[in-house]
Nanobody, 118 residues
Framework: QVQLVESGGGMVQAGGSLRLSCAASGRTFSRYTMGWFRQAPGKEREFVAAVSWSDGSTYYIDSVKGRFTISMDNAKNTVYLQMNSLKPEDTAVYYC???????????WGQGTQVTVSS
């Protein structure tokens, strides 16, 4: 099994920054992708960003491009989401997730709350 533990959420004013971290432990895979989803109250969970562990390719939802940056630290098995120029609409619970084989997001963290005030 894989355990994902997020940290770094909190409350910030619009225009501010936060950095989320997600540490992975347990079973390892040769090729996998880690990502972040978010879910705002009353809305469906949506994809935010992802990074491929094998080649470092990154992917973002359009609404965060230019503001969020996903990165990884292979030595620490940790993925980060640097969030700048935060907006109230970024308010949500952010979930770390892992796709071990390129097909499904099989593993999820417990979520961390991000609140952006106007």
């Amino acid at each position: 099994q894989v355990q994902l533990v997020e940290s770094g959420g909190g409350m910030v004013q619009a225009g501010g920054s936060l950095r989320l971290s997600c540490a992975a432990s347990g079973r390892t895979f040769s090729r996998y992708t880690m990502g972040w989803f978010r879910q705002a109250p009353g809305k469906e969970r949506e994809f935010v960003a992802a990074v491929s562990w094998s080649d470092g390719s990154t992917y973002y939802i359009d609404s965060v491009k230019g503001r969020f940056t996903i990165s990884m630290d292979n030595a620490k098995n940790t993925v980060y989401l640097q969030m700048n120029s935060l907006k109230p609409e970024d308010t949500a619970v952010y979930y770390c997730t892992l796709d071990p084989h390129g097909s499904n997001w099989n593993y999820w963290g417990q979520g961390t709350q991000v609140t952006v005030s106007s």
